[in-house]
């Protein structure tokens, strides 16, 4: 005697599976921090400045960098926090990705309390340029959408895309 029917065996578990899960709707749980910046640093010349190549280049101990909170300049480091101990970070090139020079890797102020929130890099012969972003914060998410180099807008997400590597020109007296 058959108390099922062989279509029930097949159908039951397909059945099973389809009303057993639900979609999960809402935010992604994910977190995205996108709040640094990359330069090249050349003299008049053309020069990499970062380049160990060359005998006058500059270490990171040649830049100080700074962040305007609660209208004072504070410098950036914190010793719970290891990836500081070596900020600015020099980057070598790499040309499978078609960079051909070093790069400066700062990170900006990102400071929600800040109106404009603002960076500061003060090289070795007491020249200082100054770094204003906008971003969004989003969620768990940060990013920059503009940037201000001493009062240049040098980007702007929506109207150039992907950040560039932008070439910051100085030349310093040796």
Known sequence: MKIFSRSF?????LALVLFSCQEKEGP???????????????????????????????VTRDLVVSFLLDGEKVEVYDSKINHLRSYPKIIEPEPLAGVDKYMLNVILNSSEDEEIPTTYLEWKDGSADKLEAEFS??????MIRKLWLNEDLIWDMQNDGEKPIYELVKDFDQ
Request: net charge negative; charged share 15%; with cysteine.
């Open 9 to 13: 065996w097949l159908l039951a578990p």
């Open 28 to 58: 992604c749980g994910c977190t995205y921090i996108d709040t640094s910046f990359r330069f090249n640093v050349v003299n008049d010349d053309q020069v990499d400045l970062l380049d160990p190549s060359n005998p006058d280049h500059l």
């Open 137 to 142: 914060y989003s969620g768990n998410s940060v």
